[in-house]
């Protein structure tokens, strides 16, 4: 029993994390059509500008905010200078210029920063909090408590503003978001940004769990998108629970099968998705009459 | 207000707009009648700035229109309610309205009193104005799809085939709408293949085929144009 507390505390954070690159895919996808492979690299320079700034002795929580707004910049810059310039063009080959920018970006990242893992101080200390017989990290807790209050805001931005609603109303129907005077493009750019700021916050958070390099972006990228796909591309609450959901299962088959196959559940939930319901958990319900 | 000088418009390598030129009053339905593919749609959205331009030129009251961005074109004051009526289905029908008045600057009273007169207009959607918009019956959504161009605050009304799939009541419901908005001083381009429901709202008409103004003039003169009762009024 304490066993299986102690999988479930560990499924959850790391479930979590992969809950907020999902939510990025189904952001910028909703946005554009696109799905974005450099998603993993927004956690990456997240964790990375942060360790590194820190090394430099700016203080935890300016290195915090510097590496959020510069991942933010990166995002935006990956729209108009890489995405933007091929509108128009099919899906794969968007899919392939985000696949590049992500190579491109873990290259920039080994160059400027270097090859090594590294960490961060948590935030409470690394005293384990015992809780029925299982352990937590405080970071843990920090970790679910960043990822609650990002997707609550963001269901409050979606919900309670114009501009969430105009988000929701390009991803809708594009053409008619134009037709009534809304900057598609501009909605895109806010798109890549948000994305980028919410890999980011992530990549700061988890970094004294499960450390951080140039590459980990990756690996994150393939989980954040099989919990999108799991919960239905294009489903922001589909893309947490998802996310969640992975999260579970691979501390599960780590904890009762064996940790060898945990990477491999991701692939295995996108083939079963792919195969057996495209639309997800969550897949869009179709509720237009015509 | 509005002028169109030999416009054409290509997708990919094929040309469907062959030089259309055709200009709108201050104050006039125009109808552009025409069959299915005959360019309609591509000439509206070439309007809007959503289609690009080959070659022509577009003046809006009197400013050169045809390099601007779509959004820029909505906010100096060009609406299109487009075919297939195009509503955000997941969005409240409020949340539609509301968005409707997007690209204005003005405040939130004039957009209030905007929203009043859409209501006065189609008093079926005070009533659903909490439903999501993909709920909403054809009807429903037609005039929904009226009601959040009208509040971009435009002066000129682009409207594709609002009749399209309209039981007859409805139809004429619809008419009467566009009928009362030119009454309040709206100037309106109504696409239509109802040629008879168009002609008997519209001042003047013009036929496209093809890609080409084909026949052009007075609603009264095109009614009674051989070709067009037999092409298009089934007379
Ligand atoms: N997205 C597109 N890609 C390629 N060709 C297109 C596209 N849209 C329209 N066309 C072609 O352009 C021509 C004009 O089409 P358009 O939709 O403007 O006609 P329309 O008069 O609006 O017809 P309808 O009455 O059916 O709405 C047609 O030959 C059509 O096949
Ligand atoms: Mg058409």
């Known amino acids: 029993m304490a066993e299986l507390l102690q999988f479930i505390f560990s499924g959850l954070t790391v479930g979590a994390v992969y809950a907020l690159v999902g939510l990025g895919f189904t952001l910028i996808y909703n946005a554009s059509d696109i799905i974005n492979f450099a998603q993993g690299e927004f956690v990456m320079l997240g964790g990375m500008i942060t360790v590194f700034l820190v090394a430099a002795g700016v203080p935890l929580p300016l290195a915090a905010l510097i590496a959020v707004g510069l991942t933010t910049a990166v995002g935006l810059a990956l729209h108009r200078l890489a995405i933007e310039p091929a509108r128009g063009s099919s899906p794969v080959t968007l899919i392939m210029i985000t696949i590049g920018a992500s190579i491109f970006l873990r290259g920039i990242a080994q160059i400027i920063f270097d090859r090594r893992f590294h960490s961060l101080p948590s935030l409470f200390g690394s005293e384990p909090i015992h809780f029925g017989g299982a352990t937590m990290l405080p970071q843990s807790l920090v970790v679910l408590a960043v990822a609650a209050i990002i997707v609550v805001l963001l269901w409050l931005f979606m919900e309670r503003t114009l501009l969430g609603k105009a988000v929701t109303a390009t991803a809708a129907n594009r053409l008619a978001a134009r037709l009534i005077g809304i900057n598609t493009r501009r909605i895109v750019d806010f798109s890549f940004a948000i994305s980028a700021a919410i890999g980011a916050v992530a990549g700061i958070v988890v970094t004294p769990i499960t450390l951080t390099s140039y590459d980990v972006g990756t690996l994150l990228a393939l989980k954040g998108f099989a919990a999108a796909m799991l919960g239905g591309i294009g489903s922001a609450p589909g893309a947490v629970v998802g996310g969640v959901l992975l999260g579970l299962i691979e501390a599960l088959t780590a904890g009762y099968i064996s940790s060898n196959y945990k990477d491999a559940v991701s692939f295995l939930i996108i083939l079963i998705v792919l195969v057996a319901m495209p639309q997800g958990l969550f897949g869009r319900a179709r509720i237009e009459r015509v | ?235």
């Open chain 2, 1 to 235: 207000m509005l002028s169109v000088e030999n416009v054409t418009s290509s997708y990919g390598r094929v040309e469907a707009l062959h030089g259309i030129s055709l200009h709108v009053d201050d104050g006039e339905i125009v109808t552009l009648l025409g069959a299915n593919g005959a360019g309609k749609t591509t000439l509206l959205h070439v309007i809007s700035g959503i289609q690009p331009i080959t070659s022509g030129s577009i003046r809006f009251q009197g400013t050169p229109f045809e390099r601007l961005a779509a959004h820029v074109r909505v906010a100096l004051g060009i609406s299109q309610v487009p075919e297939g009526r195009q509503i955000f289905a997941p969005l409240s029908v409020a949340d539609n309205l509301r968005l409707g008045a997007w690209s204005r600057t003005d405040d939130d009273e004039d957009i209030a009193t905007d929203l009043a007169r859409v209501c006065t207009l189609f008093p079926a959607l005070k009533a659903l104005s909490e439903m999501p918009a993909g709920a909403l019956s054809g009807g429903q959504q037609q005039m929904l799809a009226i009601g959040r161009a009208l509040m971009a605050g435009p002066r000129l009304l682009l409207l594709d085939e609002p009749s399209m799939g309209l039981a007859p009541n409805l139809v004429d419901q619809v008419l009467a709408a566009i009928r009362a908005l030119k009454d309040d001083g709206l100037t309106i381009l109504l696409v239509e293949q109802n040629a008879r429901a168009a002609l008997a709202i519209a001042d003047r008409a013009y036929v496209l085929e093809t890609g080409r103004v084909t026949l052009e003039g007075t609603a009264k003169q095109i009614q009674a144009d051989s070709r067009v009762r037999e092409a298009y009024l089934g007379v």
